[in-house]
Protein backbone atom coordinates (compact mmCIF):
# COMPACT_ATOMS: atom_id res chain seq x y z
CA UNK A 1 0.00 0.00 0.00
CA UNK A 2 1.02 3.54 -0.52
CA UNK A 3 -0.13 6.57 0.61
CA UNK A 4 -0.23 9.82 -1.64
CA UNK A 5 -0.73 13.06 -0.11
CA UNK A 6 -0.63 16.47 -2.16
CA UNK A 7 -0.40 19.64 -1.81
CA UNK A 8 0.02 23.11 -3.59
CA UNK A 9 -2.27 23.81 -6.81
CA UNK A 10 -4.64 26.92 -6.91
CA UNK A 11 -5.34 29.79 -8.85
CA UNK A 12 -3.60 32.41 -11.10
CA UNK A 13 -3.20 34.45 -13.73
CA UNK A 14 -1.72 33.62 -17.19
CA UNK A 15 2.13 34.12 -17.19
CA UNK A 16 1.90 32.99 -13.16
CA UNK A 17 3.80 29.90 -11.36
CA UNK A 18 2.34 27.43 -9.10
CA UNK A 19 4.05 24.27 -7.08
CA UNK A 20 2.81 21.34 -6.03
CA UNK A 21 3.75 18.52 -4.05
CA UNK A 22 3.24 15.16 -3.26
CA UNK A 23 4.59 12.77 -0.15
CA UNK A 24 4.41 9.28 -0.32
CA UNK A 25 4.81 6.82 2.57
CA UNK A 26 3.84 3.56 2.97
CA UNK A 27 5.31 0.98 0.32
CA UNK A 28 7.65 3.50 -0.37
CA UNK A 29 10.09 0.97 -1.97
CA UNK A 30 8.24 -0.75 -4.63
CA UNK A 31 7.62 2.18 -6.41
CA UNK A 32 9.38 2.90 -9.85
CA UNK A 33 8.23 6.06 -10.83
CA UNK A 34 6.19 9.38 -9.47
CA UNK A 35 4.42 11.96 -11.32
CA UNK A 36 0.77 13.86 -12.05
CA UNK A 37 -1.75 13.45 -14.49
CA UNK A 38 -4.73 16.04 -14.89
CA UNK A 39 -8.21 16.10 -16.39
CA UNK A 40 -10.13 19.45 -16.90
CA UNK A 41 -13.46 19.13 -17.63
CA UNK A 42 -15.15 17.11 -20.29
CA UNK A 43 -11.60 15.81 -21.26
CA UNK A 44 -9.49 13.06 -20.46
CA UNK A 45 -7.01 12.29 -17.97
CA UNK A 46 -3.17 12.93 -19.50
CA UNK A 47 0.04 12.58 -18.36
CA UNK A 48 1.31 16.18 -17.18
CA UNK A 49 5.40 14.42 -16.08
CA UNK A 50 7.05 11.99 -14.35
CA UNK A 51 10.12 10.91 -12.74
CA UNK A 52 11.50 7.53 -12.17
CA UNK A 53 13.47 6.42 -8.92
CA UNK A 54 16.51 7.03 -10.91
CA UNK A 55 15.78 10.38 -11.80
CA UNK A 56 14.70 10.03 -15.25
CA UNK A 57 11.97 12.90 -16.14
CA UNK A 58 9.67 12.45 -18.89
CA UNK A 59 6.68 15.37 -19.80
CA UNK A 60 3.81 16.14 -22.13
CA UNK A 61 4.73 18.15 -25.09
CA UNK A 62 2.01 20.92 -23.43
CA UNK A 63 4.24 21.48 -20.65
CA UNK A 64 7.70 20.86 -22.17
CA UNK A 65 9.87 24.37 -21.18
CA UNK A 66 7.35 25.52 -18.52
CA UNK A 67 7.16 22.43 -15.96
CA UNK A 68 9.87 20.94 -14.12
CA UNK A 69 9.36 17.71 -11.90
CA UNK A 70 11.72 16.96 -9.07
CA UNK A 71 11.86 14.41 -6.14
CA UNK A 72 13.20 14.88 -2.74
CA UNK A 73 14.34 11.07 -1.87
CA UNK A 74 15.01 11.85 1.66
CA UNK A 75 11.66 12.97 1.89
CA UNK A 76 9.96 10.77 -0.56
CA UNK A 77 8.35 13.79 -2.04
CA UNK A 78 7.97 14.89 -5.43
CA UNK A 79 7.53 18.49 -6.85
CA UNK A 80 6.43 19.90 -9.80
CA UNK A 81 7.13 23.57 -10.67
CA UNK A 82 4.70 25.23 -13.17
CA UNK A 83 5.54 28.19 -14.47
CA UNK A 84 4.49 30.46 -17.67
CA UNK A 85 0.92 28.98 -16.95
CA UNK A 86 -1.92 29.21 -19.40
CA UNK A 87 -5.65 28.77 -19.05
CA UNK A 88 -5.34 25.63 -20.76
CA UNK A 89 -3.51 24.49 -18.08
CA UNK A 90 -6.45 24.64 -15.70
CA UNK A 91 -7.52 20.74 -14.17
CA UNK A 92 -7.46 18.95 -11.17
CA UNK A 93 -3.97 17.52 -11.20
CA UNK A 94 -3.64 13.76 -9.60
CA UNK A 95 -0.15 12.79 -8.19
CA UNK A 96 0.52 9.11 -9.09
CA UNK A 97 2.89 6.59 -7.73
CA UNK A 98 3.88 3.46 -10.30
CA UNK A 99 4.41 0.29 -8.67
CA UNK A 100 4.66 -2.75 -10.73
CA UNK A 101 0.81 -4.12 -10.41
CA UNK A 102 -0.65 -1.10 -10.16
CA UNK A 103 -0.69 2.70 -9.64
CA UNK A 104 -1.80 4.59 -6.60
CA UNK A 105 -3.55 7.90 -6.83
CA UNK A 106 -3.41 11.22 -4.68
CA UNK A 107 -6.59 13.01 -3.83
CA UNK A 108 -6.18 15.62 -6.87
CA UNK A 109 -5.39 19.25 -6.58
CA UNK A 110 -7.37 22.17 -8.78
CA UNK A 111 -5.06 24.32 -10.65
CA UNK A 112 -7.08 27.22 -12.07
CA UNK A 113 -5.24 29.49 -14.50
CA UNK A 114 -7.45 32.72 -15.50
CA UNK A 115 -6.45 34.49 -18.43
Known amino acids: QVQLVESGGGLTQAGGSLGLSCAASGSISSISAMGWYRQAPGKQRELVAD???????NYADAVKGRFTISRDNAKNTVYLQMNSLKPDDTAVYYCFARLVARHYWGQGTQVTVSS
Open 51 to 57: ITSVGRT
